[in-house]
Nanobody, 113 residues
Framework: QVQVAESGGGLVQAGGSLRLSCVAS??????MGWFRQAPGKERAFVAR???????IYADSVKGRFTISRDSAKNTVYLQMNSLKAEDTAVYYC?????????WGQGTQVTVSS
């Protein structure tokens, strides 16, 4: 069964750090990345690996978030530093297989100010 599963969310104070993990199973995805959805807002792109392996970030997280991966573990990480209250959201991992995007169940990140 093809799926992705996130973990690592939680409650952190502003200025703190969290690392999210996303484990892929059942396949090797063409591309993987992270999105987030804040209350009352649409799901938004955060970071992903491009087709050539380059890292692509939303402007709002550049310099604070880092996407990385461990291919041996089929896992993608999102290191989040200098967290702000506006980073509060449900974070979703996504894996692309051809034209199909697989979503995880999401993990809540709450940043208290």
């Amino acid at each position: 069964q093809v799926q992705v599963a996130e973990s690592g969310g939680g409650l952190v104070q502003a200025g703190g750090s969290l690392r999210l993990s996303c484990v892929a199973s059942g396949t090797t995805f063409n591309s993987m990345g992270w999105f987030r959805q804040a209350p009352g807002k649409e799901r938004a792109f955060v970071a992903r690996f491009g087709w050539s392996g380059d890292r692509i970030y939303a402007d709002s997280v550049k310099g604070r978030f880092t996407i990385s991966r461990d291919s041996a573990k089929n896992t993608v990480y999102l290191q989040m530093n200098s967290l702000k209250a506006e980073d509060t959201a449900v974070y979703y991992c996504a894996g692309d297989l051809g034209t199909i995007r697989y979503w995880g169940q999401g993990t809540q990140v709450t940043v208290s100010s």
